[in-house]
């Protein structure tokens, strides 16, 4: 989903949207959905299956640098250190 796309289907001009939707959630629209990306990253490093690139591509980026900026930028931590401290391990047999 894009700014634009958004823009066209609710027929604002970009402004308007961007003015709109900043009132109504205190972000911009690219802040909101950068924020949607590191939540949906997050999760999935939790769950530990994939690696940190595959992560990346899965949620939208296709810049290392740029991903792990705006990871660290929502959850103070760079995604490798996120998945050590969440990662869920599997209780071994007793």
């Known amino acids: 989903m894009t700014v634009e796309a958004l823009c066209e289907r609710f027929n604002l001009v970009r402004r308007t949207m961007e003015r709109r ?3 109504a959630t ?3 629209v690219v802040e909101y959905i ?5 939540e949906g990253a997050k999760r999935e490093l939790e769950n ?5 690139y595959e992560i990346m ?3 939208g980026y296709t810049d290392t640098n740029a991903f792990r900026n705006v990871f660290r930028k929502y959850s103070g931590m760079s995604p490798a250190d996120y998945r050590m401290k ?3 391990v599997a209780a071994a047999p007793l």
């Open 86 to 88: 969440h990662v869920r």
């Open 34 to 38: 950068q924020r949607v990306k590191v």
């Open 21 to 23: 939707f900043k009132k």
């Open 48 to 52: 530990g299956h994939k690696s940190v």
């Open 26 to 28: 205190s972000n911009t």
């Open 57 to 59: 591509f899965d949620v």
